[in-house]
């Protein structure tokens, strides 16, 4: 939580960069600082769940890969790209709680998830990576 509210006061007073650069490097450090610590003094080394294979660390690898895009082609986030990463966290919320209860709503969420809402995201992505290339090429001088 002090990541996300530095980086929306940062955001809020024009500073994108701060907070894009305090989420990537807060999350560079919780995942390889904390962790690599932890593997050192684990006695037995550090136990990585079945769920977390199959189901976090590929939604780790997912949204780290949406963002390439942006970062790379946009180099910025609009709006509409900031909802979207919202919805998907809360989505992927909603998912750990159907989970956890067992709730036999989560069958359904799965196959809205996989079917139409992940493919949609991708399809989107794409055209966008293309049309802000096609723009970037007319205009080389500019970023956006």
Known sequence: MP???TSIVA????????AVG??????IANVLLVMGVTGLVAPQGVAVSVS???FDMPVMIAVAASCLPVFFIGGRIERWEGGLY???YFA??????LEANHHKALPGFDAVMAFLV?????????VLAALRARHNKA???RLT
């Open 3 to 5: 990541e996300a509210a």
């Open 11 to 18: 955001a809020l007073r024009r500073k994108p960069e701060i």
């Open 22 to 27: 305090n989420i990537v490097g807060s999350n």
């Open 52 to 54: 977390a294979l199959k």
């Open 86 to 88: 919202l919805g998907y």
């Open 92 to 97: 992927f919320v909603l998912f750990l709680i």
């Open 118 to 126: 992940l493919p949609l995201t991708v399809i989107a992505y794409i």
């Open 139 to 141: 205009f080389p001088h």
